[in-house]
């Protein structure tokens, strides 16, 4: 079963910093990975998506990349701003499985303050 | 284009009663996917429509069901609630490119 990690649970950063958030995932035999934003009591909004075949998406100031194989991703988040705090959450897409059944992890929790 | 609209935003309903959502997914999306959101557990997965058929569903009990109507909007059905179901409970939709959109959300709170 897959299962997805996220490191830091939570951060807390000035504004101006480059961040870097963590996911890894069991099994490598994945179709894609997304990257989401929730904000509190809210839905989850989409910011990356990479598909299997790719090393990296970028959208803006957000850099995710993905290593298959060691079954890792990171988000990269340029010169952070205090609207960028939320909650961010990795989740996978495993091969073989139907595309709206993601596995995702419990997610970063971030604050930049001013 | 109108995102993915969930229906009602917040619902309080009492242990044993039963509680239907509702979830209109984007215009062209056949896909629709169900979650469930708790501080315990996190995000887990429940059931997935296409086309009015369930593609894959979720390790819930019996007491959770869905389904899709011939317009993609799609309903899921909790039956005799317990407290450990107050969660957010989320519908997202896909065009079939793996891509998930989200709507805000339905808050059901126990009592």
């Known amino acids: 079963k897959q299962e997805v990690t996220q490191i830091p649970a939570a951060l807390s950063v000035p504004e101006g910093e480059n961040l870097v958030l963590n996911c890894s995932f069991t099994d490598s035999a994945i179709y894609n990975l997304q990257w989401f934003r929730q904000d509190p009591g809210k839905g989850l909004t989409s910011l990356l998506l990479i598909q299997s075949s790719q090393r990296e998406q970028t959208s803006g100031r957000l850099n995710a990349s993905l290593d298959k194989s060691s079954g890792r991703s990171t988000l990269y988040i340029a010169a952070s701003q205090p609207g960028d705090s939320a909650t961010y959450l990795c989740a996978v897409n495993d091969r073989g499985s139907t595309l709206g059944r993601l596995y995702f992890g419990r997610g970063t929790q971030l604050t930049v303050w001013p | 284009k109108a995102g993915v609209t969930q229906t009602p935003r917040y619902l309080i309903k009492t242990r044993g009663q039963q509680v239907t959502l509702s979830c209109s997914p984007i215009?062209?999306?056949?896909?629709v996917s169900w979650y469930q959101q708790t501080p315990g557990q996190g995000l887990q997965f429940l059931f997935e429509y296409f086309s009015e058929t369930q593609r894959n569903k979720g390790n819930f009990p019996g007491r959770f069901s869905g389904r899709q109507f011939s317009n993609s909007r799609s309903e899921m059905n909790v039956s005799t609630l317990e407290l450990g179901d107050s969660a957010l409970y989320l519908c997202?939709?896909?065009?079939?490119?793996?891509?998930?959109?989200f709507g805000s959300g339905t808050q059901l709170s126990v009592l």
């Open positions: 215009s062209g999306h056949r896909s």
């Open positions: 997202a939709s896909t065009p079939g490119t793996g891509k998930l959109f």
